[in-house]
């Protein structure tokens, strides 16, 4: 039997997990200005708008490598 403590740590870190998913694809990804997304979805993540317009922040936004290549190219 799990111990009730135990399980409420368990989901509280998978909620974390879940709440933080747009910060830490657009911190796996590179993208610019991680530190702006993490306090836009820490503030406004709990509303379903504001997660979404993370995820798509974190998914399509412009990465270091990106600028680079742009750098490099013009």
């Not at 998978?14 to 503030?43: D, K, M, Q």
Request: net charge positive; proline share 1%; glycine share 10%.
């Amino acid at each position: 039997m799990f111990d009730m403590e135990a399980l409420i740590l368990v989901l509280l870190l998978i909620s974390l997990l879940l709440y933080f998913t747009p910060w830490l694809i657009g911190l796996n990804r590179g993208v610019n200005s991680c530190v702006g997304l993490f306090f836009v979805n820490l503030l406004l993540g709990w509303s379903i708008i504001g997660w979404v317009g993370c995820l798509l922040w974190a998914v399509c936004g412009q990465t270091r490598a990106q600028d680079a290549y742009w750098r490099r190219v013009s």
